[in-house]
């Protein structure tokens, strides 16, 4: 199959590498050069040139939305165009709509899955389609995931993964919050983690965190600063479908203090750090100095 992956980030540069050792015509773009990158291309429109499967995994809907102004001349009725992007519900319609009046199918396509899943071929993607377009390229999909979720009509995939992510970001605030609280008692760090790996509030998030908290090292695996666009997203989404999520809206507090701490950058568990006072008091102090 010929694809052309638009969008080499951690996920975007994981995928096309696997697409090429299945046997396929990958071409690839990025807004930042990458001539180094196996089949990359400085043009979009040859990156997407008679492509079966157009695969745009880039930041938010202004990028998803420039992609496809700039390969709309090459999009034909044998073109699937798979948007992985986690962007808002409503973008994802008028995307699709977009799409289909150029004659070719749409696939509302978001996934879940950090670096290391990635890499494993452990990707999970969440599907908002018509008409079984999914149907044209799920062999494709099916060799570097562990699952695939048929979720409904466009929108609803993306549906899905904003309400997954407002779960992880509230699950991880409660051990954030419970984690900050047992420190400032004296609870050593170890100790902590020990009790949570027997508690039935132990999940797969709280031990990928664990090393990250002690530490105190948050190498991104998923940014502060994207959970942050997404916290929004789901904001907008909730207030759309009139349905409170009063957690979620003091959250996005927390959020916006992280990255005027310098924490866009950091992998999303760095949020911990405005629960520490030395910290704040640290930043306080250094925001006093410049003035």
């Not at 999303?268 to 930043?283: C, D, N, Y």
Request: include cysteine; hydrophobic fraction near 40%.
């Amino acid at each position: 199959m010929r694809i052309g992956v638009f969008g080499l980030g951690t996920i975007g540069s994981i995928w096309a590498r696997h697409w090429r050792a299945d046997g396929h015509e990958v071409r690839v773009w990025n807004r930042t050069p990458k001539p180094e990158f196996p089949g990359f291309s400085s043009d979009p429109e040859t990156v997407a040139r008679d492509a079966d499967l157009i695969a745009i995994v880039v930041s938010d809907a202004k990028a998803v939305e420039k992609v496809l102004a700039t390969i709309q001349k090459k999009l034909n009725k044998r073109t699937v165009v798979a948007q992985h992007s986690t962007i808002g519900f409503d973008e994802t319609r008028r995307f699709a709509k977009w799409v289909e009046q150029k004659k070719a199918q749409f696939l509302d396509m978001p996934f879940s899955g950090s670096r290391g899943e990635s890499e494993k071929r452990q990707t999970l993607f969440f599907v908002g389609e018509k008409e079984n377009v999914l149907e044209r390229v799920e062999p494709v999909y099916h060799r570097i995931s562990q699952g695939i979720f048929r979720v409904g009509d466009i929108g609803q995939g993306t549906a899905l993964k904003l309400a997954l992510n407002l779960f992880a970001a509230n699950l991880y605030q409660g051990l954030a919050e419970g984690y900050a609280l047992a420190e400032k008692a004296g609870v050593p760090g170890e100790i902590f983690f020990s009790a949570l790996a027997q508690h039935s509030c132990r999940s797969a998030l709280t031990d990928a965190k664990r090393e990250k908290i002690l530490e105190k090292e948050y190498t991104s695996n998923f940014s502060l600063q994207n959970m942050h666009k997404d916290l929004h997203l789901i904001m907008k989404f909730a207030k759309k479908i009139s349905q409170p999520i009063p957690q979620t809206q003091t959250l996005i507090k927390s959020y916006e203090k992280a990255k005027k701490m310098g924490l866009s950058e950091s992998d999303f568990s760095s949020v911990i750090e405005t629960l520490r006072p030395a910290r704040i008091a640290a930043q306080s102090a250094a925001g006093r100095s410049k003035k």
